[in-house]
């Protein structure tokens, strides 16, 4: 099991920038993969950028340029910078876990929190 502690949110004007941290309460290289959605008012949860356990990423079209998706091994931390926010990036991010069961190989998903983004114009 993990479990995950978002922080970083809060409000900026367009443009600007902010910096969420997922921390994890075991060691993320044991992590198969980690990643951030986010859910807008009314709209379903959507991936906005995922890390791999050997460190290759993955973003999502709306974000890629924009957004890094990172980890640091010795905090347990995985972060996602944000720059040149939009309006539309306004949501709460979540971050996730997926841990593999290492007999049955099934996935079992984690879930933070949130942390709430808004983005003013």
């Known amino acids: 099991q993990v479990q995950l502690v978002e922080s970083g949110g809060g409000l900026v004007q367009a443009g600007g920038s902010l910096r969420l941290s997922c921390a994890a309460s075991?060691?993320?290289?044991?992590?198969?993969?980690m990643g951030w959605y986010h859910q807008a008012p009314g709209k379903q949860r959507e991936l906005v950028a995922t890390?791999?356990?050997?460190?290759?990423?993955n973003y999502a079209d709306s974000v890629k340029g924009r957004f890094t998706i990172s980890r640091d091994n010795a905090k347990n931390t995985m972060y996602l910078q944000m720059n040149s926010l939009k309006p539309e990036d306004t949501a709460v991010y979540y971050c996730n876990a997926d841990l593999m069961r290492p007999i049955s190989k099934t996935l079992d998903r984690y879930w933070g929190q949130g942390t709430q983004v808004t983005v003013s114009s």
């Open positions: 075991r060691n993320i290289l044991s992590i198969n993969t």
């Open positions: 890390i791999f356990s050997g460190g290759s990423t």
